[in-house]
């Protein structure tokens, strides 16, 4: 017989206490915790945007830094996400043991899962909006066209917490994380439509496989609702976001019964 779906076994009071206690944590240090992640996309934004934008007059109708803009918010969203359910995660499980101590209360290893899940979406928030804030204030976010790209920063978060978290359960060593963070997403930081359009550099098959990129994605959606115009392949980006992000916390939560019963 299949598991269960694991919204039928995740208690939402449960999941929101952990979720409550890496809040009353991240309360304490948010100041160190925002800068650098905050930061690393601003940074681009103006080194690239100011200074390659100089020579570069227009992309794809609009100027360079306004093209680069919406794809850095999907970043910003991105790092948010991926920090907290790597190396974050990884200390709390394999060091300082604290889901072993969750779950010595009535709290279950979904309801943990489900927890950790929530703070990366509500970190990739706070770093994807306040973001989109300073976008929206120079004058980079058209609206009210680019509102709705704030709904899509936590379904970033979300897809980029589901593929830090399984591979998070799945490494032996914290020195695994190099490799997520060097050979997975700084490739898609650099190929996935954010600096320059992939339909005008690759050929038929790279842009196949630009498809697989998770990255590509977000960017496109929120590109879209900055620019007020949208196309069919969306559906199709929107799709892949939800159902690769519930196929992996399907296999995240068996990994976790799994790591926290055993």
């Not at 609009?62 to 790092?79: D, E, I, K, Q, T």
């Not at 976008?135 to 936590?154: D, E, R, Y």
């Amino acid at each position: 017989m299949s598991a269960p779906p694991l919204t039928s076994r995740v208690s939402l009071p449960f999941a929101l206490a952990v979720w409550r206690r890496n809040l009353a944590l991240y309360a304490r240090t948010w100041k160190l915790n925002l800068l650098p992640n905050f930061f690393e996309p601003l940074l681009y934004l103006v080194s690239i945007g100011v200074g390659v934008g100089a020579y570069v007059s227009e992309m794809r109708g609009m100027s360079y830094v306004a093209f680069l803009a919406p794809g850095l918010v999907a970043v910003a969203a991105m790092n948010g996400a991926s920090f907290e359910v790597t190396y974050n995660a990884f200390v709390r499980l394999n060091f300082e043991k604290t889901y072993e101590s969750m779950l010595t209360t009535p709290i279950q290893p979904e309801d943990v899962l489900a927890g950790e899940v929530l703070w990366a979406v509500t970190r990739a928030g706070i770093y994807g909006g306040c973001f989109f804030l300073v976008v929206a204030a120079v004058g980079l976010a058209p609206m009210p066209s680019a509102l709705l790209a704030v709904p899509l920063i936590p379904l970033t978060g979300l897809l980029f917490a589901a593929l830090g978290i399984a591979f998070s359960l799945r490494i032996p060593a914290i020195e695994f994380f190099s490799f997520y963070f060097t050979l997975f997403l700084t490739p898609l930081f650099l190929f996935s439509d954010i600096f320059f359009p992939l339909e005008e550099r690759l050929p038929p098959a790279g842009l196949w496989l630009a498809e697989l990129l998770p990255l590509l994605h977000p960017v496109r959606l929120i590109r879209s609702a900055f620019v007020g115009e949208w196309s069919a392949i969306l559906l199709w980006d929107l799709v892949y976001v939800l159902g690769l992000s519930a196929l992996l916390l399907w296999v995240a939560a068996r990994v976790t019964r799994r790591r926290l019963t055993g």
